[in-house]
Each structure stands twice: as C-alpha cells, then as structure tokens.
C-alpha cells in the first residue's frame, strides 16, 4: 500500500514538475520578423513535439493572421478567466495558438496588469505541451521582462539596420539590468548573405562584452527573400540550376541548434528595476 501511494505520488510530481520549453522571440524595435519567426519555428518544432504559439503583443498581435486561423481564446482569458472554456485556436495537429486580446473585437479595456502579473503561470498551464513559443510586442518592456523571466531560450532578433542593432542592444542592456539569468540568443534577421549576418553577430557581440560583460550566442541566420530570388534567378548564365536556400531551411537550422541546446535547471527570476535606465554604467548609452 506505502509502495502505491508513493508511486502515486511520484507520478503526480512528475506531471506537476512538467512544463514546455519556453523561447521567447524578442527585440526593442518593431518590424524585425518576430511574429514570422514564431510561426515559422512553430511550423519546425511540431515535427518534435506539440507547440503552443502565444501571442504577447497585447495591442497589435498578428500570429491569428500570419496562421488563417479564428482565434477561440486569448491569452488574457486563458490566463485570468476561470469560467471559460480554455481551447486555444488549432493551427495544425501539433500546433495550437493564444491569439493576442486585440483579436476579440471588442473594447481594449482588457487587464494588461493582470496578463503582466500572470504569464508566469503559462508553462504551468501549458504543461502538456513539449514548446512553448512567446512572440513579444516592442517597446513594452513590462511584458517583454515578464517573458524573459520565463524563458529557456530569449531570442533578440536583429535586423542589418543601425537603429534595429541599436535597440536590440538596449533591450539586452536593460534585461542586464532587471537580472535576468538565462543566456541571452541573438538572431539577425533578413540579412543579405552569410558574411553580412556574421558582421552583425561579431560586432553586436563585441558591444555587449565591452560595455554588458556577456556574450550572447546566435543560434543561426534568417536571410531574406532568399524563395523570391530563387524565383527571380532560377539559372545562372551557364544555364544551371541555382541553388538558394528557402526559410524553411534557414528556420530548420535554427530548430536544431534550439534542439541541441540542454536547459540548465530553472532558477525564479527576480527582477529588480531601478530608478532610471542609466542608473549604472553597463546601462549607459549605446555611444558610451
């Protein structure tokens, strides 16, 4: 009988400690890809397991777009109405969505504190789920912090553009800044060519080291359009076939490297905010 109900109650703490790999995809400006790396990565990772998309861009989300699909539930109602029916919108078989408050319909006057307050609760309450994917919104740093807290693997997505590595590096600075203890994973996005998003790695990674004293690590390349110029030049002048790799490969890549990467044991994140940005000098200005 002592055999039984210690069985039991192993099993019990088994499914209890459960909870998805949670990435986050992140980044300090707008219209650098993370809504399309989130659905793109979903699409890769549901060939290893199932995968819950959420979309934490409260006010402006588009994943119910980017994946055809009418939301059933929001992540607000999935996290803080207790009466409803918790059935997230089915993209695939392996796929399944909380779309963004935005996407009800009706008046934005949903519980932002409370969704802020509550995300901690998400890989507990998509426990039967193997990844958890987070798309973020930019510039809301309350909801990005909440995020990051909850994260395996933070991904800051960066675009070949000064004022999109400038913002990337400040979102990094200020995650820094609250404590944040998971690595931080860089993903420069719609580069032109290996050698342009190798550049923007080693010089990126150059500026946390002096000024942050980390180094965050880059799990891939996302290259732009590379399916449209395949379309475009489909030969080369000897007549051959070109070959250019599509985002499928690209986003393939960036699931292994997420496959190969063993998460160290989770540890509470406490963030500590401080008064001002510049409070201390690895926070300082990006010039500095």
């Known amino acids: 009988m002592n055999n039984n109900a210690s069985n039991q109650n192993n099993r019990m703490k088994a499914i209890q400690d459960k ?4 990435i986050s995809v992140m980044s300090g400006k707008g ?13 890769v990772l549901s060939g290893h397991g ?4 959420a979309d934490a861009d409260l006010l402006f989300g588009n994943l ?24 997230p919108a089915e993209v695939s078989e392996n796929v399944h969505l909380l779309a963004s408050p935005s ?18 609760r998400l890989p507990q ?13 930019s510039g809301v740093i309350d909801v990005i912090a909440a995020v990051a807290a909850i994260s395996d693997i ?54 946390c080291k002096r000024f942050l004293k980390i180094r965050p690590e880059c799990l891939g390349y996302i290259y732009e359009n590379h399916y449209l110029t395949a379309r475009m030049r489909p030969e080369e002048k000897d007549g051959q076939p070109r070959r250019v790799a599509t985002a499928a490969d690209d986003f393939g890549k960036l699931a292994r490297s997420i496959l190969a990467i063993k998460p160290k044991p989770r540890k509470i994140n406490s963030f500590n905010r401080p008064q001002t940005i510049n409070a201390i000098r690895s926070a300082a200005d990006i010039k500095g």
């Open 19 to 22: 909870r998805p790999l949670v």
């Open 31 to 43: 219209g650098v890809g993370k809504s399309t790396t989130s659905y793109k990565l979903a699409q």
């Open 50 to 53: 199932r995968v819950m998309m």
């Open 64 to 87: 119910h777009i980017i994946a055809n699909v009418i939301p059933q539930c929001t992540i607000d109602k999935f996290l803080l109405a207790d009466n409803v029916i918790r059935r």
């Open 103 to 120: 996407t009800s319909g009706g008046d934005l006057d949903f519980d932002v504190a409370g969704i802020v307050e509550n995300i901690s």
């Open 125 to 137: 309450v998509c426990s039967d789920y193997d990844y958890l994917i987070v798309d973020t919104p």
């Open 154 to 207: 933070p991904l800051v997505s960066v675009m070949p553009e000064l004022t999109a590595i400038s913002d990337g590096y400040g979102l990094i600075k200020y995650l820094k800044v609250l404590g944040l203890a998971s690595p931080v994973y860089l993903l420069p996005n719609r580069c032109s060519n290996e050698e342009e998003a190798s550049y923007i790695y080693t010089k990126f990674t150059e500026i």
